[in-house]
C-alpha cells in the first residue's frame, strides 16, 4: 500500500520547503545533537550509568529540573497576569512595560546573575532585610529559582498576548449575563481558552531554564550537591578533561528534557483537540 | 415584565452615542430597534443590559417600575444575545447551555439531573438536540445563533435582549430565522428587544418599531404605524424606498411637478416650500392620459425578474423616479424603454423643507 505524504495541492512548495527543513534540522541539530551520542558511546553502559547516576550527579538533576519547574510555574501564572493587563488595559507608561517583558532576553545571562547577586547577597538591597529574617536567597536554592523565573517570564507573555488578543470580551460579557462571577468567568472561560498558549509558554520557559548557565552560576554560590546545577556540572567535567563525563551527562540531561517536552506537546494537542473537539 | 427607558444620555468621549432617550417597552411584547450603524440602538440595548452605563445623572432605567441604575449584570437576570453569538468555544453545545445554571450559588443550584434536563428541553425548543454533544466550530452560524438564545433562556430570563441577532446570517437563513423567533416569542411570551439594521426584518418580526437616527428615537410606533404613517423625513427614508419631490404649499394643496394635489388634514400646518415622497409601489403608470393630471414621463429601463416589476423613469422635468407594477400591469401595458406615458401618485407623504 502506498502512503500518501501529503494531500495533493496545486499550489507547489512542500517538496522544496520539506526537503530545507530536513536539511536543516539535521545540519544546526541532529548532527551535531548525535555526535554527542557517539562521543558517549565511547564508555561502556555501566560505566555511562555510574557517571550519570552519581551522588553529586542526582542532587545536580534535582536541583535544576526542580527550580526549573517552579520557576515555569511562577512565569506561567505570574505572566499570564502581565500579559493580560498589557492586552486588555490601555495606562500611561504601557509601551515602556511592554518592552520592559523582554529585557531577560536582551541582557547577556551574566549580567542578570550579577544584578541578582547584587540585590539579594548580604550586603544587597533586599539581602540585607531577608538574610537576618532567616531566608537566605543568593547562594541557595531560592536564588536559582529566582534567576531561572527572571530569563523564562517573556516566554510566557509572548505566548500568552496573542491568545488574549483572541478572546473576544464578548465572550467574557456573555459569561457575565448569564451569572458568572468574575473568579468564575476566569476559571470556566478564560483561562481554558488560553490553556493551549498557556502550556506553550510554560514549556517554553521550562526548557530555557533547564538549559540556562550564565545567570545561575553568579547567584547559586556552586556548592556541590546544594547549589550546583547541572550545566555547571558539565562545565567542571570539562575543565578537568573529562570529556566522555561531560557528554554522559549531556546526554542523560538531553533525553530527560526531550521526555518532558513532549509530555507537555502530547497534553498541548490533546487540551487544543478537545477545544476544537475532533 | 415591563422595560422603562427614561432620559438616558451617553457619550463616547465627544461623540454622543444617546441624546436624552425615552422608551417604554411593555410585558411580553417584542420590540425592534432599527436604525442604521451608528444610530446608537446596540448602545441603547447594552445599557438596559447593563454591559454599559449611562452618562451619570441622565435618566434612568426601570425594570418593572424599579431603578436597576445599581444592579450589576450579573444580577439583572437579563439574557443577551450577541451578534457573533459569542459562545465558548472549548464547551460542547450542552455545557453552554448548562453554563449559566452551573455557575449559580451553591444553594440555588439544580442538580446535575435537573440541569440536563433543563438543558435538553432547550435544546429541543431550539431543535438542536441532536447536536448537544457537538462543538460550536462545528455548527453552522444559524445553529450557532440558536445555541446563543438557548444558552440565554437557560438562566429564566427576564427579558431577552438581541442584538442584531441575525446580522451575520445569509439571506435564506435569516428569514427562516425570524419567523422561528417570532413563534418563539408568541410560546415563551418573555419581554424581548432586539436590534437591527434591516428594515424588513424589523416590519415582519416586531410588535412595536423604535426608529433611532443619530441618538435620538424618531418614531415608535407599530409596524404599520411607521411604515404607512412615518411621522419624519427620516422615517419615510428608512422604511422602503422613496421617491423625493420638491414641491409648494399654496392654499391646502401641494404642487410639484405638473400636479396639484390636496393636503391631509394633519399636514394643514406646512406652508410655503414642502418635501414630497412617494413610495414606489404607489406611483401609477399609464400609457393614456384618460383626461386626468398626470405627469409625463419616459421609461429609462424596466427590472422585470422579480414579483413585482421595477420601472425606471425620468419625467419630462428630468426627475429621475421609480415605479412598481404588478407583472400583470406591466404585459398588459408592453412597456419598453423609451415609451411615453403618464404617472401619477396613489399616495403621498408631505414634509415641510427644513
Same mark, same amino acid.
Given at each position: 500500500?502506498?502512503?500518501?505524504?501529503?494531500?495533493?495541492?496545486?499550489?507547489?512548495?512542500?517538496?522544496?520547503?520539506?526537503?530545507?527543513?530536513?536539511?536543516?534540522?539535521?545540519?544546526?541539530?541532529?548532527?551535531?545533537?548525535?555526535?554527542?551520542?557517539?562521543?558517549?558511546?565511547?564508555?561502556?553502559?555501566?560505566?555511562?550509568?555510574?557517571?550519570?547516576?552519581?551522588?553529586?550527579?542526582?542532587?545536580?538533576?534535582?536541583?535544576?529540573?526542580?527550580?526549573?519547574?517552579?520557576?515555569?510555574?511562577?512565569?506561567?501564572?505570574?505572566?499570564?497576569?502581565?500579559?493580560?493587563?498589557?492586552?486588555?488595559?490601555?495606562?500611561?507608561?504601557?509601551?515602556?512595560?511592554?518592552?520592559?517583558?523582554?529585557?531577560?532576553?536582551?541582557?547577556?545571562?551574566?549580567?542578570?546573575?550579577?544584578?541578582?547577586?547584587?540585590?539579594?547577597?548580604?550586603?544587597?538591597?533586599?539581602?540585607?532585610?531577608?538574610?537576618?529574617?532567616?531566608?537566605?536567597?543568593?547562594?541557595?536554592?531560592?536564588?536559582?529559582?529566582?534567576?531561572?523565573?527572571?530569563?523564562?517570564?517573556?516566554?510566557?507573555?509572548?505566548?500568552?498576548?496573542?491568545?488574549?488578543?483572541?478572546?473576544?470580551?464578548?465572550?467574557?460579557?456573555?459569561?457575565?449575563?448569564?451569572?458568572?462571577?468574575?473568579?468564575?468567568?476566569?476559571?470556566?472561560?478564560?483561562?481554558?481558552?488560553?490553556?493551549?498558549?498557556?502550556?506553550?509558554?510554560?514549556?517554553?520557559?521550562?526548557?530555557?531554564?533547564?538549559?540556562?548557565?550564565?545567570?545561575?552560576?553568579?547567584?547559586?554560590?556552586?556548592?556541590?550537591?546544594?547549589?550546583?546545577?547541572?550545566?555547571?556540572?558539565?562545565?567542571?567535567?570539562?575543565?578537568?578533561?573529562?570529556?566522555?563525563?561531560?557528554?554522559?551527562?549531556?546526554?542523560?540531561?538531553?533525553?530527560?528534557?526531550?521526555?518532558?517536552?513532549?509530555?507537555?506537546?502530547?497534553?498541548?494537542?490533546?487540551?487544543?483537540?478537545?477545544?476544537?473537539?475532533? | 415584565?415591563?422595560?422603562?427607558?427614561?432620559?438616558?444620555?451617553?457619550?463616547?468621549?465627544?461623540?454622543?452615542?444617546?441624546?436624552?432617550?425615552?422608551?417604554?417597552?411593555?410585558?411580553?411584547?417584542?420590540?425592534?430597534?432599527?436604525?442604521?450603524?451608528?444610530?446608537?440602538?446596540?448602545?441603547?440595548?447594552?445599557?438596559?443590559?447593563?454591559?454599559?452605563?449611562?452618562?451619570?445623572?441622565?435618566?434612568?432605567?426601570?425594570?418593572?417600575?424599579?431603578?436597576?441604575?445599581?444592579?450589576?449584570?450579573?444580577?439583572?437576570?437579563?439574557?443577551?444575545?450577541?451578534?457573533?453569538?459569542?459562545?465558548?468555544?472549548?464547551?460542547?453545545?450542552?455545557?453552554?447551555?448548562?453554563?449559566?445554571?452551573?455557575?449559580?450559588?451553591?444553594?440555588?443550584?439544580?442538580?446535575?439531573?435537573?440541569?440536563?434536563?433543563?438543558?435538553?428541553?432547550?435544546?429541543?425548543?431550539?431543535?438542536?438536540?441532536?447536536?448537544?454533544?457537538?462543538?460550536?466550530?462545528?455548527?453552522?452560524?444559524?445553529?450557532?445563533?440558536?445555541?446563543?438564545?438557548?444558552?440565554?433562556?437557560?438562566?429564566?430570563?427576564?427579558?431577552?435582549?438581541?442584538?442584531?441577532?441575525?446580522?451575520?446570517?445569509?439571506?435564506?437563513?435569516?428569514?427562516?430565522?425570524?419567523?422561528?423567533?417570532?413563534?418563539?416569542?408568541?410560546?415563551?411570551?418573555?419581554?424581548?428587544?432586539?436590534?437591527? #439594521?434591516? !428594515?424588513? =426584518?424589523?416590519?415582519?418580526?416586531?410588535?412595536?418599531? *423604535?426608529?433611532?437616527?443619530? %441618538? @435620538? /428615537?424618531? +418614531?415608535?410606533?407599530?409596524?404599520?404605524?411607521?411604515?404607512? #404613517?412615518? !411621522?419624519? =423625513?427620516?422615517?419615510?427614508?428608512?422604511?422602503?424606498? *422613496?421617491?423625493?419631490?420638491? %414641491? @409648494? /404649499?399654496? +392654499?391646502?394643496?401641494?404642487?410639484?411637478?405638473?400636479?396639484?394635489?390636496?393636503?391631509? =388634514?394633519?399636514?394643514?400646518?406646512?406652508?410655503?416650500?414642502?418635501?414630497?415622497?412617494?413610495?414606489?409601489?404607489?406611483?401609477?403608470?399609464?400609457?393614456?392620459?384618460?383626461?386626468?393630471?398626470?405627469?409625463?414621463?419616459?421609461?429609462?429601463?424596466?427590472?422585470?425578474?422579480?414579483?413585482?416589476?421595477?420601472?425606471?423613469?425620468?419625467?419630462?422635468?428630468?426627475?429621475?423616479?421609480?415605479?412598481?407594477?404588478?407583472?400583470?400591469?406591466?404585459?398588459?401595458?408592453?412597456?419598453?424603454?423609451?415609451?411615453?406615458?403618464?404617472?401619477?401618485?396613489?399616495?403621498?407623504?408631505?414634509?415641510?423643507?427644513?
Amino acid at each position: 500500500m502506498r502512503v500518501k505524504l501529503k494531500q495533493p495541492s496545486v499550489l507547489p512548495g512542500f517538496g522544496l520547503t520539506m526537503g530545507y527543513t530536513i536539511f536543516y534540522l539535521s545540519v544546526i541539530v541532529l548532527i551535531p545533537l548525535s555526535a554527542m551520542f557517539i562521543r558517549a558511546g565511547s564508555m561502556g553502559p555501566a560505566e555511562f550509568w555510574n557517571v550519570i547516576t552519581a551522588p553529586r550527579v542526582m542532587a545536580a538533576y534535582r536541583l535544576t529540573f526542580g527550580a526549573s519547574l517552579i520557576a515555569a510555574v511562577v512565569n506561567a501564572f505570574f505572566g499570564f497576569i502581565v500579559a493580560w493587563v498589557l492586552v486588555r488595559y490601555t495606562f500611561p507608561g504601557k509601551r515602556l512595560v511592554d518592552a520592559m517583558v523582554d529585557l531577560p532576553f536582551a541582557l547577556p545571562t551574566a549580567v542578570s546573575g550579577i544584578a541578582l547577586v547584587a540585590i539579594y547577597s548580604r550586603n544587597g538591597l533586599l539581602g540585607q532585610y531577608l538574610e537576618p529574617m532567616g531566608i537566605k536567597v543568593a547562594y541557595s536554592p531560592i536564588g536559582v529559582t529566582i534567576a531561572l523565573t527572571f530569563i523564562g517570564l517573556p516566554f510566557v507573555v509572548r505566548t500568552l498576548q496573542p491568545a488574549l488578543e483572541d478572546l473576544d470580551v464578548e465572550v467574557e460579557e456573555a459569561a457575565t449575563s448569564l451569572g458568572a462571577s468574575r473568579f468564575q468567568t476566569l476559571r470556566r472561560i478564560i483561562v481554558p481558552t488560553v490553556l493551549p498558549a498557556m502550556l506553550t509558554g510554560f514549556s517554553l520557559a521550562f526548557a530555557r531554564a533547564v538549559g540556562e548557565y550564565g545567570s545561575v552560576v553568579f547567584i547559586s554560590g556552586n556548592m556541590p550537591m546544594k547549589t550546583e546545577i547541572v550545566p555547571l556540572l558539565i562545565i567542571s567535567k570539562l575543565e578537568q578533561y573529562d570529556t566522555a563525563g561531560a557528554t554522559a551527562i549531556g546526554v542523560s540531561m538531553l533525553v530527560i528534557s526531550f521526555v518532558i517536552l513532549l509530555a507537555v506537546n502530547l497534553l498541548q494537542w490533546w487540551v487544543a483537540r478537545r477545544k476544537r473537539g475532533a | 415584565m415591563s422595560i422603562e427607558v427614561r432620559n438616558i444620555t451617553k457619550h463616547f468621549g465627544d461623540f454622543r452615542a444617546l441624546d436624552d432617550v425615552n422608551l417604554s417597552v411593555p410585558t411580553g411584547k417584542l420590540v425592534a430597534l432599527l436604525g442604521p450603524s451608528g444610530s446608537g440602538k446596540t448602545t441603547l440595548l447594552r445599557i438596559i443590559a447593563g454591559l454599559e452605563q449611562a452618562d451619570s445623572g441622565s435618566g434612568s432605567i426601570l425594570f418593572h417600575e424599579e431603578d436597576v441604575a445599581n444592579t450589576h449584570v450579573r444580577h439583572r437576570r437579563v439574557g443577551f444575545v450577541f451578534q457573533h453569538y459569542a459562545l465558548f468555544r472549548h464547551m460542547t453545545v450542552f455545557e453552554n447551555v448548562a453554563f449559566g445554571l452551573r455557575v449559580r450559588p451553591r444553594k440555588s443550584r439544580p442538580n446535575r439531573r435537573d440541569i440536563a434536563d433543563t438543558v435538553h428541553e432547550l435544546l429541543r425548543l431550539v431543535q438542536l438536540d441532536m447536536l448537544a454533544g457537538r462543538y460550536p466550530s462545528q455548527l453552522s452560524g444559524g445553529q450557532r445563533q440558536r445555541v446563543a438564545l438557548a444558552r440565554a433562556l437557560a438562566v429564566e430570563p427576564k427579558m431577552l435582549l438581541l442584538d442584531e441577532p441575525f446580522g451575520a446570517l445569509d439571506a435564506k437563513v435569516r428569514k427562516e430565522l425570524r419567523s422561528w423567533l417570532r413563534r418563539l416569542h408568541d410560546e415563551l411570551n418573555v419581554t424581548s428587544v432586539f436590534v437591527t #439594521h434591516d !428594515q424588513d =426584518e424589523a416590519l415582519e418580526v416586531a410588535n412595536q418599531i *423604535v426608529v433611532m437616527n443619530r %441618538g @435620538r /428615537v424618531e +418614531q415608535i410606533g407599530t409596524p404599520d404605524e411607521v411604515f404607512h #404613517h412615518p !411621522q419624519t =423625513e427620516f422615517v419615510m427614508h428608512f422604511l422602503g424606498d *422613496v421617491n423625493a419631490f420638491h %414641491g @409648494r /404649499v399654496i +392654499q391646502g394643496n401641494v404642487q410639484f411637478g405638473s400636479l396639484k394635489v390636496p393636503l391631509l =388634514e394633519n399636514r394643514q400646518q406646512i406652508v410655503g416650500d414642502a418635501r414630497v415622497f412617494i413610495r414606489p409601489h404607489d406611483v401609477t403608470i399609464d400609457t393614456k392620459t384618460n383626461g386626468l393630471p398626470a405627469i409625463e414621463a419616459r421609461v429609462v429601463r424596466v427590472h422585470s425578474a422579480g414579483p413585482l416589476v421595477r420601472v425606471e423613469l425620468l419625467t419630462s422635468a428630468n426627475q429621475r423616479l421609480i415605479s412598481e407594477i404588478s407583472q400583470e400591469r406591466f404585459v398588459t401595458m408592453n412597456l419598453q424603454p423609451d415609451s411615453k406615458v403618464y404617472i401619477r401618485p396613489r399616495h403621498i407623504r408631505v414634509f415641510a423643507d427644513s
